[in-house]
T-cell receptor
Framework: DGGITQSPKYLFRKEGQNVTLSCEQN?????MYWYRQDPGQGLRLIYY???????QKGDIAEGYSVSREKKESFPLTVTSAQKNPTAFYLC?????????????FGPGTRLTVT | KQEVTQIPAALSVPEGENLVLNCSFT??????LQWFRQDPGKGLTSLLL?????REQTSGRLNASLDKSSGRSTLYIAASQPGDSATYLC?????????????FGQGTELSVKP
């Protein structure tokens, strides 16, 4: 079964703690992305990576960090510096080799920080 | 800066109606446009991708059109069913020296009543 997996589905943390969200894909896609979704707002890009060992900041990178050590994996760390971390986090991937740049999404992780 | 707008924000129709969801974008220099469906608490499912050289794409009861010069796309749903109830998101794909990136509208929440 090819696709994108995110774990866990729900995550609860205390304020001041760092937390890492997992994203794995077996689609052999080069590019991976992290988005944040808040009620009443569209998806906003946090970080993205076009190739292994390289990544770029998106529109709202402050308080987040990522790594891309393997093609299949793109974990996102929400640090204590992120002021409003409670949100729904979505991971996506796309092939950069074709012509479409079509993105495919995982099921999401809902993070609640209290 | 590219801005994507979806109108209406919410729509309620009786089962069996044909309906149109609208998406507009401010910068016509897009690469492709992608329509997604999102069920509550779930990830995004790709419905249709229209390449910038195309005028429309069809999949089953769905038809998406693209008019780059006027900055508009529409998603037509024929013979709507209660199972079509979801939020529909459009996103334009723009290229930069880092690859392809999606810019999302805020979505149209569709409710189809039996």
């Amino acid at each position: 079964d090819g696709g994108i997996t995110q774990s866990p589905k729900y995550l609860f943390r205390k304020e001041g703690q760092n937390v890492t969200l997992s994203c794995e894909q077996n689609l052999n896609h080069d590019a991976m992305y992290w988005y944040r979704q808040d009620p009443g707002q569209g998806l906003r890009l946090i970080y993205y990576s076009q190739i292994v060992n390289d990544f770029q900041k998106g529109d709202i990178a402050e308080g987040y960090s990522v790594s891309r050590e393997k093609k299949e994996s793109f974990p996102l760390t929400v640090t204590s510096a992120q002021k409003n971390p409670t949100a729904f986090y979505l991971c996506a991937s796309s092939s950069q080799a074709g012509v479409s740049y079509e993105q495919y999404f995982g099921p999401g992780t809902r993070l609640t920080v209290t | 800066k590219q801005e994507v707008t979806q109108i209406p924000a919410a729509l309620s129709v009786p089962e069996g109606e044909n309906l149109v969801l609208n998406c507009s974008f401010t910068d016509s220099a897009i690469y492709n446009l992608q329509w997604f469906r999102q069920d509550p608490g779930k990830g995004l499912t790709s419905l249709l991708l229209i390449q910038s050289s195309q005028r429309e794409q069809t999949s089953g009861r769905l038809n998406a059109s693209l008019d780059k010069s006027s900055g508009r796309s529409t998603l037509y749903i024929a013979a709507s069913q209660p199972g079509d109830s979801a939020t529909y998101l459009c996103a334009v794909i723009q290229l930069d020296n880092q690859g392809g990136k999606l810019i999302f509208g805020q979505g149209t929440e569709l409710s189809v009543k039996p």
